[in-house]
């Protein structure tokens, strides 16, 4: 069976973006909403600054009526650049200095303040946001000094997530190319096995759980998943059979077929176009 994905245009080259620069009108461009969950494997630290003192803690926010862990949206976004940039063989284009010519600056955008030359990222995600509550667990935790001459090690404390705490993911991918949507779907499942973590023992590896992809602007929110309780998997199903917002409900993508293409698309990169015509 073929999808509305697997019909959606190659690839766009990086002058045909440049011909819409800017903010991007998504009902005339085309959008496309990726429901799903990812779910911790290992701990996690998701500092939103760096205090000083000994306690670090991971970020909360008060949302749907309770505390929650908080994973802001640019971190994984940066651990997806990196992964992208690694994988599809990209030179002379780094996440500090991206440079707005290749392949991957033309998905997840970016500013030359070099060239002065930017582009908008067409991957918009929002941040992430606990379907389990916060629980303030302080850890006590030592650090080895690297310094052989220093004996005594440093006491520390930590407030992470636990692992198994899942968190809604929601995407949208604006004027996608079949080259986009697989290079988002296989770089988001490489940066699922490297982590997130902020520190290196703290992994922060996750596994997402695709449940939707919506041909259009589908008006899916981390709010409307998380009010009446934790259930979000049944919750996308009933909104994947009635989807609300302007989208070409018979595309729908979910169950079975959607699975299929996510197991196909993130286990190589020729079924999207991802070994053909690397810059
Ligand atoms: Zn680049």
């Not at 908080?70 to 996440?95: I, Y």
């Not at 379907?131 to 004996?151: A, H, L, M, S």
């Not at 779907?185 to 982590?195: Q, T, V």
């Not at 409307?224 to 595309?251: M, S």
Request: net charge negative; hydrophobic share 40%; aromatic share 8%.
């Amino acid at each position: 069976m073929t999808t509305f994905i697997e019909q959606l245009p190659a690839r766009w080259e990086i002058s045909q973006l440049f011909a819409t620069p800017g903010r991007i009108n998504m009902l005339r461009e085309g959008v496309i909403t990726l429901v799903g969950v990812k779910r911790l494997e290992s701990e996690a630290l998701f500092v939103s600054s760096e205090g000083g003192g000994t306690l670090r803690e991971t970020a909360k926010v008060t949302f749907a009526g309770k505390e929650r862990y908080w994973w802001l949206a640019r971190k994984v976004a940066g651990v997806m650049r990196r992964v992208m940039l690694a994988e599809l063989n990209v030179q002379g284009c780094t996440v500090d200095v991206p440079c707005i010519n290749c392949m991957v600056c033309g998905l997840l955008g970016g500013l030359n303040t070099t060239t002065n030359q930017a582009l908008a990222s067409r991957v918009k995600l929002q941040d992430l946001i606990s379907v389990e509550e916060y629980e303030y667990d302080e850890k006590f935790r030592v650090r080895q000094p690297d310094d052989p001459n220093i004996t005594h090690p440093t006491p520390f404390q930590e407030v992470i997530v636990p692992p198994g705490t899942r968190f809604p993911f929601i995407v949208r991918i604006v004027k996608p190319s079949r080259f986009d949507v697989g290079a988002f779907l296989y770089a988001n499942r490489i940066a699922d096995g490297l982590g997130y973590g902020n520190y290196s023992k703290l992994r922060g590896d996750a596994s997402t759980h695709w449940l939707a992809i919506f041909d259009g602007f589908a008006h899916v929110s981390a709010c409307d998943l998380l009010t009446d309780g934790d259930d979000i998997e049944v919750r996308t199903k009933a909104l994947a059979d009635a989807p609300p917002g302007p989208v070409n409900k018979a595309n729908t993508l979910a169950g079975e077929t959607l699975e299929e293409l996510v197991r196909e698309w993130t286990s190589g990169k020729e079924a999207w176009g991802g070994e053909s015509g690397s810059a």
